[in-house]
């Protein structure tokens, strides 16, 4: 019988507790799903805020290449490096940043026959507007679990998530390009 098996399978079980556990017990699979869901829910509202003040072509992929980019700018490859993704991969979401003004491209003035990625003052607008939304949304989460219990969360997720998982290539390492 397939209830008593144990397997890693997603359903919809926030409607009625089910297989006999806890309340507020959790499985093993349910935790990446959890933080996963939690890191959505917190993008998706980023970016329809973001829509409603004057971004509406922003996507999640361009913030991680506007964080690759950096405040000095960057080449190509190296943004593609940052992302985990080939140069080419790189070019197109660069592509995509300076159609919809978010950066452009400049001679490097160390090394004329290198192109840097600089962000606009269109994409510092936007991650400047970022930061005050994830602020809010930050605040909201604290006044539904408490500042206390929040803090709690962040702090152990800081002691169980080692340094060199804080990198960009989500989109690689997920599985996209």
Do not use: C
Not at 26 to 34: A, D, H, M, T
Not at 84 to 113: H, N
Not at 116 to 134: E, I, K, M, N, Y
């Amino acid at each position: 019988m397939v209830d008593d098996m144990k397997v890693n399978q997603v359903v919809d079980e926030r409607k009625g507790h089910a297989g006999g556990e806890e309340e507020g017990a959790g499985r093993g699979y349910e935790l990446p799903f959890l933080l996963l869901a939690g890191f959505r829910s917190l993008i998706d509202r980023l970016h329809s805020e973001l829509a409603h003040q004057g971004h509406p072509d922003m996507r999640p992929a361009h913030g991680f290449a506007m964080q690759a980019i950096g405040a000095r700018g960057a080449t190509a490859s190296e943004i593609g490096r940052r992302l985990g993704v080939s140069k080419q991969a790189a070019g197109k979401t660069v592509d995509r940043l300076v159609a919809l003004g978010y950066a452009a491209r400049a001679d490097d003035p160390a090394d004329a026959r290198r192109k840097l990625v600089r962000l606009t003052p269109h994409g510092v607008d936007a991650l400047r507007r970022s930061a005050v939304v994830f602020d809010e949304l930050r605040a909201e989460w604290a006044a539904t679990l408490g500042a206390d219990r929040l803090g709690e969360l962040e702090s152990g997720l800081r002691a169980v998530v080692p340094p060199e998982a804080f990198r960009l290539d989500a989109a690689g390492w997920l599985g996209g390009s």
